[in-house]
């Protein structure tokens, strides 16, 4: 099968995690032809056009899509699989609908709390400005982009105490550029911190990979426990040695373990999740998973969490990588 993999295009500039794109498409690439598929690739920016013509020349039977952002803008992320879809070109990973959907993170909030699902109290910047959306202060909030992903714009500076309304919604505005234009609040939750990995099963049920929890070794009391860009990108950083993730749990922990993966399982069938995702959780003090959010198009490279789990699974990366492919959307 002629499969054409569509990753970020690099550019003067290009952060860590933007450049993280090029190491993705090579290892996804060496799978696919192991599998025997005939593999082409092409970096995507904003040239749509030049799209179209990679598509018209390469005639590829299936595109892999590990496009993340274009020039840097996480929010056009579902702008290639829906061109894929006016092209009647088919794709692996998650439909247009469903990218759309969880990587605006205020969209997915609001379609959590609809079906009833446990994600932590937020406020956008809208509400702010219409009366705080019925929010109390003062509280711990944590400040977020709307729509960058990889932890862009959030460190442990992030979540502050606000005692007011205005006070935070300065604080949203003082921080929209480092957050890619467009930032929300939300209700921070103190206690640990959970990433699952789902893998597809050809239109079935999703496998839970192992689940991982992120231990934040040596934060004392007046660090935050918060997974930010330097704890995922900047290996000169104190937070990235010292986020490691664990696999291994007490017996004590099994209600807590099923119950999480109960409820990735119900965002993938809520979303219409396929091939790869992940669900991120926050578990409070009281033993309340919280869902962070989803992430459709997760980190495939060989040292990111999700082949992590691959392997703590004992499944192969090319076999996972099969996986994907038959569990079209």
């Given at each position: 099968?002629?499969v054409?993999?569509?990753?970020?295009?690099?550019?003067?500039?290009?952060?860590?995690?933007?450049?993280?794109?090029?190491?993705?498409?090579?290892?996804?690439?060496?799978?696919?032809?192991?599998?025997?598929?005939?593999?082409?690739?092409?970096?995507?920016?904003?040239?749509?056009?030049?799209?179209?013509?990679?598509?018209?020349?390469?005639?590829?039977?299936?595109?892999?899509?590990?496009?993340?952002?274009?020039?840097?803008?996480?929010?056009?992320?579902?702008?290639?699989?829906?061109?894929?879809?006016?092209?009647?070109?088919?794709?692996?990973?998650?439909?247009?609908?469903?990218?759309?959907?969880?990587?605006?993170?205020?969209?997915?909030?609001?379609?959590?709390?609809?079906?009833?699902?446990?994600?932590?109290?937020?406020?956008?910047?809208r509400?702010?400005?219409?009366?705080?959306?019925?929010?109390?202060?003062?509280?711990?909030?944590?400040?977020?982009?709307?729509?960058?992903?990889?932890?862009?714009?959030?460190?442990?500076?992030?979540?502050?105490?606000?005692?007011?309304?205005?006070?935070?919604?300065?604080e949203?505005?003082?921080?929209?550029?480092?957050?890619?234009?467009?930032?929300?609040?939300?209700?921070?939750?103190?206690?640990?911190?959970?990433?699952?990995?789902?893998?597809?099963?050809?239109?079935?049920?999703?496998?839970?990979?192992?689940?991982?929890?992120i231990?934040?070794?040596?934060?004392?009391?007046?660090?935050?426990?918060?997974?930010?860009?330097?704890?995922?990108?900047?290996?000169?950083?104190y937070?990235?040695?010292?986020?490691?993730?664990?696999?291994d749990?007490?017996?004590?922990?099994?209600?807590?373990?099923?119950?999480?993966?109960?409820?990735?399982?119900?965002?993938?069938?809520?979303?219409?999740?396929?091939?790869?995702?992940?669900?991120?959780?926050?578990?409070?003090?009281?033993?309340?998973?919280?869902?962070?959010?989803?992430?459709?198009?997760?980190?495939?490279?060989?040292?990111?969490?999700?082949?992590?789990?691959?392997?703590?699974?004992?499944?192969?990366?090319r076999?996972?990588?099969?996986?994907?492919?038959?569990?079209?959307?």
């Amino acid at each position: 099968m002629r499969v054409l993999i569509l990753y970020d295009a690099p550019r003067a500039g290009s952060r860590t995690d933007e450049l993280d794109a090029l190491e993705q498409a090579r290892v996804v690439g060496g799978a696919l032809s192991e599998l025997g598929h005939e593999v082409h690739s092409f970096g995507v920016g904003l040239d749509l056009s030049a799209l179209e013509r990679e598509i018209e020349r390469a005639r590829p039977e299936l595109a892999f899509n590990l496009v993340e952002s274009l020039a840097g803008h996480g929010r056009l992320i579902a702008v290639v699989p829906q061109l894929l879809d006016a092209f009647g070109v088919p794709y692996v990973g998650c439909p247009a609908s469903a990218i759309h959907a969880t990587s605006g993170k205020l969209l997915a909030k609001e379609r959590l709390h609809d079906a009833g699902l446990p994600t932590p109290a937020w406020v956008s910047e809208r509400d702010l400005a219409h009366g705080a959306g019925g929010v109390e202060f003062p509280d711990t909030w944590i400040v977020k982009s709307v729509w960058e992903h990889a932890s862009v714009g959030l460190d442990e500076d992030s979540v502050r105490n606000f005692a007011s309304a205005d006070e935070l919604a300065n604080e949203l505005a003082r921080r929209r550029s480092s957050l890619g234009g467009e930032g929300f609040a939300e209700l921070y939750v103190e206690g640990r911190e959970f990433n699952l990995a789902l893998l597809g099963n050809a239109g079935g049920e999703p496998e839970v990979l192992p689940h991982a929890e992120i231990v934040f070794e040596g934060y004392g009391s007046s660090k935050r426990r918060v997974v930010g860009w330097r704890a995922k990108w900047d290996p000169e950083s104190y937070e990235y040695h010292h986020t490691p993730r664990r696999f291994d749990f007490p017996a004590s922990d099994g209600a807590l373990l099923r119950e999480i993966g109960q409820l990735a399982k119900a965002c993938w069938a809520l979303f219409d999740l396929h091939g790869w995702a992940r669900v991120d959780f926050r578990v409070d003090a009281a033993g309340r998973p919280w869902i962070l959010e989803i992430n459709t198009n997760p980190c495939l490279s060989p040292d990111a969490g999700f082949a992590a789990a691959l392997e703590r699974a004992g499944i192969p990366f090319r076999a996972a990588i099969a996986r994907i492919v038959s569990d079209l959307p």
